[in-house]
């Protein structure tokens, strides 16, 4: 039988689409799609973005995250089921377990892809510099070709399947428990900048941390996040963790709201993936407004406070 292409699966978006890319990549190699997990509540996911058997690694080391441990574990599921390529989410988590598996096998990593055709050697398009930069390569490999996947450059497309399921005992030693989490504290709780439909980000032209309490109240009219521009972080308006772009996070929300935000190279790749874009601003040139699909000329402020008053109408 042909080897397979095995996909390294977490919860969330980004392992749905590294799953669908995998599955391309299974057809156009003319084999079939399985994947690995390690938890078995994500069988589903797996049998839902079509594998065709699903690895479901168990062992006591594993029981909270542990990337050495992780890695070994990947390369023994490796060596054991021989598969032509092994495709993880660019995550943070998908790459640090992927690079370890990579330097345990000795084996190349290309990490971030946007497009992967196999041939001899295979070539790669990837994301680099946060999204401002696509980057052909090519890679050979004496064994199976391990790949991430760049969040939101593929489309999660379900094609239902009915996998078997196969358990996996790695044979781990304590010593690859060097990292051990002792701890968790959630930065933010309810919806978040990466989860949320809606985000309302503001950028310079909102003036001052207590500018931002209008994005706030619209936000969460909207069931949704407050995100930010770099300026607004330097400023120390907002938390880090609240910066869109290459600096920050790349999200993907139904509705951007760019309040007050040029639209710089470096804020646009973090929110360019969004479906739809909304911009607020005084000035008609600015990038944003020309890249937006809506667009409002006008102080922030007003325009803001008018939908804001508009809602609570409605809400009354
Ligand atoms: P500005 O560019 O100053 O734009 C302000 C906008 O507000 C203007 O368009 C103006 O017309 C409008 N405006 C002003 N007053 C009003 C008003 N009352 N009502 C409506 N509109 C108004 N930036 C990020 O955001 N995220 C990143 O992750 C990031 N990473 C970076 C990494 C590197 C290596 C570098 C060099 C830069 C990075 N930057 C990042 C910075 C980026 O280049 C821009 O400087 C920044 O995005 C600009 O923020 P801004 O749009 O809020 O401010």
């Not at 060596?79 to 660019?90: D, Q, T, Y």
């Not at 790695?170 to 989490?181: C, F, H, M, N």
Request: with cysteine; glycine share 10%.
């Amino acid at each position: 039988m042909s080897r397979p292409v095995l996909s390294f699966t977490q919860s969330g978006e980004a392992s749905r689409q590294a799953l669908t890319a995998a599955r391309t990549l299974a057809a156009k190699l003319g084999t079939r799609l399985e994947a690995v997990v390690f938890d078995e509540l994500l069988v589903d996911q797996a049998a839902e973005l079509g594998a065709e058997a699903v690895h479901v690694i168990e062992h006591e080391l594993l029981s909270d995250y542990a990337p050495e441990a992780y890695g070994e574990s990947l390369r023994q599921l490796v060596e054991a089921s021989g598969p032509a390529a092994l495709v993880a989410a660019g995550t943070e988590t998908g790459n640090e377990v992927t690079a370890h598996l990579a330097a345990r096998a000795d084996l190349p990593f290309v990490a971030n892809c946007r497009e992967v055709t196999p041939g001899d050697p295979w070539r790669v398009s990837r994301v680099r510099w946060g999204g401002s930069l696509f980057e052909e390569a090519e890679v050979q490999s004496d064994g199976p070709y391990l790949l991430s996947i760049a969040p939101h450059t593929v489309a999660a497309e379900p094609s239902p399947a009915d996998p078997e399921v196969r358990a996996f005992r790695p044979d781990l030693g304590e010593e690859l428990a060097r990292t051990r989490v002792t701890g968790r504290e959630e930065a933010a709780k309810g919806v978040t900048l990466t989860t949320a439909p809606v985000v309302v980000s503001g950028g310079r032209g909102v003036g001052s941390p207590e500018g931002f309490a209008v994005l706030e109240e619209l936000a969460g009219m909207l069931g949704g996040a407050v995100g930010c521009s770099r300026v607004a972080t330097n400023n120390g308006w907002r938390p880090h963790r609240d910066q869109v772009g290459q600096t920050g996070t790349r999200i993907a929300p139904e509705l951007y709201i760019a309040c007050g935000i040029s639209g710089a190279i470096q804020h646009w790749v973090g929110c360019m993936a969004s479906k739809k874009i909304l911009a607020i601003n005084t000035d008609p040139e600015a990038n944003m407004v020309r890249k937006a699909d809506y667009a409002v000329i006008g102080d922030l402020h007003e325009v803001l406070d008018a939908v804001v008053a508009e809602l609570r109408g409605r809400e009354a």
